[in-house]
């Protein structure tokens, strides 16, 4: 009798966990390189984490700048389209991957996030903006 219960447990166990859809969004760390061409694509977000000091000694064309630090930080990133691809970088990379997860938890669903941040991507040679 204990053998068929734990054979029924085991089956329950398998059919509500195959029966689970995956509603968790995918990060995908990517190379300043990828992260230019992801800038051509359509329809994507790009966001700079970095505070406005840093964003204003220099951030890469058509970035959108969304404090991390700031106290209206999760406000601010819930105005994003959640089915969109978002790109994000900070500096070295440590404040974009935080950023990523809270957007994983708030059901967006594509995060692109710059492995070594802006300072890789100066240091590669990419182009950049200062104002």
């Not at 329950?12 to 760390?29: D, P, Q, Y």
């Not at 505070?51 to 105005?79: C, H, L, R, V, W």
């Not at 500096?91 to 059901?107: N, P, V, Y």
């Amino acid at each position: 009798m204990k053998k068929i219960a734990l054979v029924l447990s085991l089956c329950l166990v398998f059919v509500a966990l195959s029966c689970k859809k995956n509603v968790e969004g995918e990060i995908k760390v990517v190379s300043p390189e990828e992260m230019q061409t992801l800038l051509t694509l359509d329809n994507v977000q790009f966001i700079d984490v970095r505070t406005p000091a840093e964003y204003n000694s220099g951030y890469i064309a058509s970035a959108q700048n969304i404090d991390f630090m700031s106290p209206t930080f999760d406000d601010d990133i819930k105005t994003l389209d959640r089915e969109k691809p978002v790109l994000l970088y900070c500096q070295k990379g440590g404040r974009s991957a935080k950023c990523a997860e809270k957007m994983i938890d708030l059901g967006f669903k594509k995060i692109y996030d710059m492995q070594g941040g802006f300072s890789k991507w100066k240091h590669n040679g990419l182009p950049y903006k200062k104002n």
